[in-house]
């Protein structure tokens, strides 16, 4: 289901990124979250913000599982 995190949560096991309060999310049923829609990550070369389609969107067109979880 698509949320917006109330509070950081760590860190995306997909992008690596932190999971920031207000971040649009998917929580899977497994309660794992992720970044969902549309996701500004910084740059470190330039530092500079880029978007790009949410994490677990890119992971499901080739996967049906949870990254963490495969088996479930």
Known sequence: SEDVLSKDAGECAICLEELQQGDTIARLPCLCIYH????????????????FVGCIDEWFEV???CPEHPSD
């Open 63 to 65: 996967n049906r599982s």
């Open 36 to 51: 969902k829609g549309q996701v500004f990550l910084r740059m470190h070369i330039k530092f500079e913000k880029v978007a």
